[in-house]
């Protein structure tokens, strides 16, 4: 069993930054991917980032260079920095994590950018 908590989200102006942070029931030193994904409104969850246990990253075109993925396996925490941010990044964030064969998610938390 695993339990994921993101925190984080708000409502930022366009070319604003916001960190996400997803913390995790269990040591995740042994959990070898973390991801970030985000649905927004009548659309269908997409793959933001993902982190691997020995710190490499894939994101998503949309966010690459503007979205940092980091994980710390100290804190088990996974993190989202997200710079330059755009209208179109308007989403509710989920942490997602796969263990022991299984699916966990987060209960997201909402990421708004409006001027």
């Known amino acids: 069993q695993v339990q994921l908590v993101e925190s984080g989200g708000g409502l930022v102006q366009p070319g604003g930054s916001l960190r996400l942070s997803c913390a995790v029931s269990r040591r995740i030193f042994n959990i070898y991917t973390m991801g970030w994904y985000r649905q927004a409104p009548g659309k269908q969850r997409e793959l933001v980032a993902v982190i691997r246990s020995g710190g490499a990253t894939n994101y998503a075109d949309t966010v690459k260079g503007r979205f940092t993925v980091s994980r710390d396996n100290a804190k088990n925490t996974v993190d989202l920095q997200m710079n330059s941010l755009k209208p179109e990044d308007t989403a509710v964030y989920y942490c997602?994590?796969?263990?022991?064969?299984?699916?966990?998610w987060g209960q997201g938390t909402q990421v708004t950018v409006s001027s």
């Open positions: 997602n994590t796969q263990y022991g064969g299984n699916d966990y």
